[in-house]
């Protein structure tokens, strides 16, 4: 084990600022309305927030397309606003969070202006370009067939200056050249040391795993045939140079004693250790994303979902991720939500509007007692499950939806599979506003929001959930100060996984310090089930802790139906 450090403690609430809260009526959610929440978020029990991407873009994807690093979005507000809610969060004892997009910038961005104006211009090395190839034909033609994370090119042709430029997401997202020392240079300036200057506490490093690319470009291999442009995930990412750069800022980071948590994507478990190792750190921890990709079709279609995979299949995903940093000096995240991925209670266990509460409940469970640094995103807490199925597709705002119903068109694919794919595992379902209440828009506004309000906002909402007791928000309340009350434990603790075939329950031991033990207990069926003592607690009287159903129980080798438990093995 490393040293023990502040934010190992940490549970951080992610906020979406677009759709968290509107405070000036425009349907968009902005930084007044982030402060005016600070004292509900520290009431959950949160310690921490982090705040995606909030600065000046011309958003073609939702503001990491940076135009201006030292400049605030001007429909979220004005850096005083920015200062009151980072001295907001120190009042109260809270660190704050940015998003570090420095993959790349928006095409807006000054840098990138000057960059594409002429081939001799002192940034033109600033971003990657490179010239034309031709075919037999002589049709010009990309210089390799990578195709981007939003489904087109990787490269843009530039009618000007006559040659491509990479970019990795959407066209409008040029990549930065990471192998150019000055860019590196104006890179930790402006997008790094201004933010840490201002008393920021941290960072979540936006795609840590692709700043450095094989500088020769090579074709990725055919494997999707007939496709214009092929997936080249596997060469973009963890680059020759990768490590050096991320140490490059892994210094700076430690400068401030701040934290960092990379985002790198498909990171083996391995990797990730290296990457976050106490003795040369690259980052201070990393998020996996092997659970979010559970059920996701990866390989082929990552907007569809595989039809072989169990419980008992997620559950290994969870005990690798859960042990993979045990003996070395490594420190982990855990998390099921974030900006990017479906809803938990709809993706995991069940949506129905008569097992949603249950459910969200069975997950607070698993987050409660998870090893690592929390991570708990926007509405998670209230126990949000994704929009209907049967909203339209006009419905789904973000281009990574729309690019992919166009790449499916395009290619003639089915449209109705698309859109039941989409139902289930779109970005939009994370994006949709924050329902504060049961009043107009959920309380998120007194205008029409930038995105439709989920029709579930009457019966999921804050303002009464705050007032009932056996509410999802009253359950993660209590989940959390339980976690913090048994850190030792739960955060710190080790993850020990029984009955692994099972598909229907999920039972684990955590290990804590002097022989501590404690038994979760989780039961992802409409059924009872009844479960076995892990053998770390044979011998020892269970003593509950938290039921997610009950104040007590009297059955403790039975569960009920959704019904998730923590006891105290003594
Ligand atoms: O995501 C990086 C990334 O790899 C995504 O392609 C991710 O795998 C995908 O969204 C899953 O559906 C980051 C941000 O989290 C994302 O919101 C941005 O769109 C992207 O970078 C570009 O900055």
Redo the contacts with the bound molecule.
Sequence with gaps: KGPHKWWMDAIIYQIWPASFQDSNGDGVGDLPGILSRLDYIKSTGATAIWISPFYDSPQH??G??IANYEKIHEPYGNMEDMDAIIKGCHDRGMRIFCDL?V??TSDQHDWFKASRSSKDDPKRDWYIWRPAKYDADGNRQPPNNWRS?FNQSAWEWDEKTQEYYLHL?VVE?PDLNWECKAARQAILDSAVRFWLDKGVDGFRI??ASLYSKPMDFPDAEVTDPGAPHQPAFHLFSDGPNLEGYLRVLGKVFNEYDSMTVG?F?NASFERSVRATSAADPQMSMNFH?ALCDWKRDMAND?YQLTQTETLSSFKRILSAQQTHVEGTDSWPSFFLE????ARSTSRYISDAPEWRVASAKVLACLMATASGTLYIYQGQELGQVNFSPEWPLEEYLDV?SINYIKLVKERGGDLKQAHKGLAALA?DHARTPVQWSSEANAGFSTAKPWMRVADEYKSINMADEDKDPKSVLSFYRKAIALRKEHLDTFGHGLFRLTDVENDDTIIYSKLGPDGKVAVVALNFTTKPQKFAVPPEAKGRKLQLLLSSLHDSVSDDSTLEPMEGRIYLAV
């Design positions: 994807d939702m990491y397309d997009v993959n790349h994370c997401f997202q936006d795609t985002e994507p994303f990552p974030n900006h990017d991925i990574g970005r």
